[in-house]
């Protein structure tokens, strides 16, 4: 709960929160699984995952403050509709964060 509220998690749901055209967001990848305790290397980047109609560019905007401030880590962005292909994306490390 903690980590989702002030951790990474936390802090990219926070500045996606009043984004338009946004409905769900999930941090995944090689983080998430760090994250969850999978072995493996460090990770270089936090892949974020945005699901609704808000335009790329707004996300990376929302989110530029938290990536240059507190992350120290770049952050991969994609943004898609809800359906099959965000599940495939997503995978079994997804964190959500919004």
């Not at 996606?16 to 999930?26: I, V």
């Not at 090689?30 to 493996?40: D, F, I, Q, T, V």
């Amino acid at each position: 709960m903690l980590a989702q509220t002030v951790g990474i998690p936390g802090r990219l749901g926070a500045a996606l929160s009043g984004l338009a055209g946004m409905e769900e967001a999930f941090v995944f990848g090689s983080w998430a699984a760090r994250y969850l305790g999978e072995p493996g290397p460090a990770p270089k980047d936090i892949d974020v995952l945005v699901v609704g109609e808000a335009p790329l560019r707004s996300v990376r905007q929302a989110c530029s403050d938290v990536e240059r401030e507190r992350l120290l880590k770049s952050c991969c962005f994609i943004s898609c509709r809800a359906g099959p292909t965000m599940r495939r994306v997503v995978g079994k490390y997804a964190q959500t964060c919004w």
